[in-house]
Structure formats: structure tokens, C-alpha cells
């Protein structure tokens, strides 16, 4: 649960982007696929329609362009590409060396797939390479859960769906929005949600439900803690996006009311790694923070993994290097 220690090259996130493919799954679609209510469903888990269809690169390729235009940089200056997902589109090579030549970039690719946290993950990650000197990385987290997915089984089949998220971090003079992150990891829970290599999804649902609003409550206590910031002091909340219950459960918990989080699941279902980049999207899109307020990140999901960030919001790039 570190804090940013001072001294640290840190970044600002200067443009961000999404996708979403075309093609929309209904709950109402899902009613003739197996048996359940649009009702029952909306009721149960937030969720009203998903998107399918696409691939991760696709998907990447698209949130990824937006993001550089916003920042206005040059392709050419990004250092390092990190592609959050658990659904690369081949098995080798990673699906972030088919999107760096679909974005024209040269510099090293990954993917990094910490299922659901997977964004989160990779945005730490990327603070990472900026401390060691780069100066700009471009955070992508793109999932297309529909290749993964069983829609005749009711279980599971409502949950999930495709999108991608994408941000631009660039390197500043001094300390930059990241002040604590919380990654963390439980591998004795496994077996509540996984997929074996050519399968479907597999979820024992109340027990992942049970565990996700705990991890979640604890890991944004952690980073809370650590950028000494407490629950009062956050303007915007920036979930992982799997089930409004287990959003409002955890956030209960840390006592911060449900209106401040950002909220897509509804139009989207559960996108894995691009649920967090899409909400955060939508929230800065619609102007929900202001210069200097802090935004708290917290993602759970298979793994079991769970991964937090506070970050405090600067607007714009005006000091940024290189
Ligand atoms: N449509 C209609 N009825 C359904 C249904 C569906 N899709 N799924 C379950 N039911 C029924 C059950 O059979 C049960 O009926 P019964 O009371 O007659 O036995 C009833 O609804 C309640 O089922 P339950 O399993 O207790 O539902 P739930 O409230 O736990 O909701 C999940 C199920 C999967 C939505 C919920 O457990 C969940 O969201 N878990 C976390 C999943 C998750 O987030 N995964 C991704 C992590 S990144």
C-alpha cells in the first residue's frame, strides 16, 4: 500500500479515449437466449445492455488514437504501450504489438492481464516506467468477453460485455496526480471465477459477490491511508463495473455516498479491464472533478485480484516535459 515517495518523477494523464463495438445485447435480448428477465436482471445487477462483438486490437486501436490526439502528442515520442486484458486476441504475440503497428508507434509493447483490476494494474505499472524515466505511456484496457462468455448460461451469460478505455500519462517537473496505489492479490480464491485456455467463463457468483466489496473496501483503504486522505476528501470514485450491489456494498463501507462514483455498467455490463478507463472517461468527459480534487480508483476481479489508486486531478498538460 505505498505512497508515491517524494521525489519521484511523476505524470499527468493528458488525453484519454473509448470504444465501444457496434452491436448491443439487450437484457431483453438475453430473454430469448436463456432463462431470465430483463427485470430479474436490471433488479440483481445494474446492468440494462452490453456491447459485443470486435477484437481487442480493434477495440485498442480505437480508444488508443483518441487518447494521443487529445494529448496532442507525437505517436512517435510515447515510450511505452501497456494493454490491460484478460482476452488478447491470440495467444503470441501479445495483442499490444498488433495495436502499437496499428497506431504507428515504436516503442515496447505488453499486454498485462490482471483480469478485472487489469487497468488499474497497468496505470501503476506505467508509473512505474515514468519514475525510471520515461516520459510518455499510454495505458489501454481493452476486454472482449464475449469470446469467453457462455449466453446460454444464465449465470454468468448476463454479466459481461466488450469496450476499451485508454489514457495518455506524460511525465512532469515535480510531483505528478498519483500519490498512493494498493495492488494486491489472493490466489487462494482462484477457483471462484476463471477460464480455462479455449473455455468459457466459470463463476461461483455470491462467493466472488461476497469477496469483490470486501477486497474492494480494503484495498481503497490502503491507498486511502497511504496518501493520508480520507473518505470525505474524494470527489470522484472510479469502480470497477461488474454489479451496481456490489459497488454500492463497498463503497458503504468506506462511507462515501454512491452518487459520487462514476457509473457506465448499465450501458456497458462488465467490460473487464475497460470498465475502470470507461468510467473515468465519462466522469472527465462530463467535467465531474476539478483542478486539485481527488479521484479514487478501485477495480477488483478474477485472481482473485483487487487494485486501487488516489490520484489528485490536474486539468491539463501545461507541465509536462518532453
Ligand atoms: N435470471 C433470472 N433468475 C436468476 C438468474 C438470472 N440470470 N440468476 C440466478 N437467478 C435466480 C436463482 O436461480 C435464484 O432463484 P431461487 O431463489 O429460486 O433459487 C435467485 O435468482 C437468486 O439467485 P442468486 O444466485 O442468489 O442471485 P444473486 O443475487 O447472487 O445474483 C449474481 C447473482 C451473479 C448477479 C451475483 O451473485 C453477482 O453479481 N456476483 C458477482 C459476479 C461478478 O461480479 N463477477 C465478475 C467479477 S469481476
Partial sequence: MPAVPN????AVITGWGTALPEKVLTNVDLESMMETSDEWIRD?????QRHVGGTTAG?????GRQAIEMSGCDPADIDALILATTTPDRCVPATASTVQELLGLSCGANDLNAACSGWVYALVNAHGLIAMGANKVLVIGTDTLDRITDYTDRNTGILFGNGSGAALIEAVDGPGQLLSWDLDSVGAAESALFAEIGGVLEMEGKEVFRRAVRLMADSATKAMAA???DAEDITLVVPHQA???IISASLDRLGIPLEKASIVLDRTGNTSAASVPLALAEALDENRVADGELILFVGFGAGMSAASAVVRWSPDAAESIA
Fill in 59 to 63: 477495440l485498442s486501436t480505437e480508444s
Fill in 7 to 10: 521525489g519521484v518523477r511523476g
Fill in 227 to 229: 496518501a493520508g486522505v
Fill in 243 to 245: 454489479n451496481i450491489r
Fill in 44 to 48: 440483481r445487477t445494474g446492468i440494462v
